[in-house]
């Protein structure tokens, strides 16, 4: 596979074939960081480009958090992965192009 900017070269193929699938209703665990205070866990209810809306139990509102920089883990089929915004920072409908392949961020 050649290695390209973002490319999980490091995840196996479970993972990339997880994460490539719908990640909506995912639970996942973001510590704190740079502009957060407290960590985030809960589920995944929505998703662009560019930010994650996440459901915390407990509150009335959702959470969005941009993917830029995002670390974390994520509860899915293939059981827990790391979360890592800047891979996921794709349209949702272009992530299994990108994840599964390898391939450029944009494709001409």
């Not at 407290?38 to 941009?66: F, K, M, N, Q, Y």
């Amino acid at each position: 596979m050649p290695k390209h900017a973002g490319t999980p070269v490091d995840l196996s193929r479970a993972e990339r074939e997880a994460l490539a699938g719908e990640i909506l209703g995912a639970s996942v665990a973001i510590p704190a960081g740079p502009g957060r205070a407290a960590p985030v866990e809960g589920t995944i209810v929505d998703e662009s480009l560019s930010t994650l809306v996440i459901r915390v139990p407990g509150r009335s509102r959702t959470v969005r958090l941009p993917k830029a920089g995002l670390t974390g883990t994520i509860v899915l089929g293939a059981g827990e992965s790391p979360l890592r915004g800047d891979l996921l920072r794709v349209r949702p409908e272009d992530r299994t192009k990108r994840i599964l392949t390898g391939g450029p961020r944009r494709y001409r």
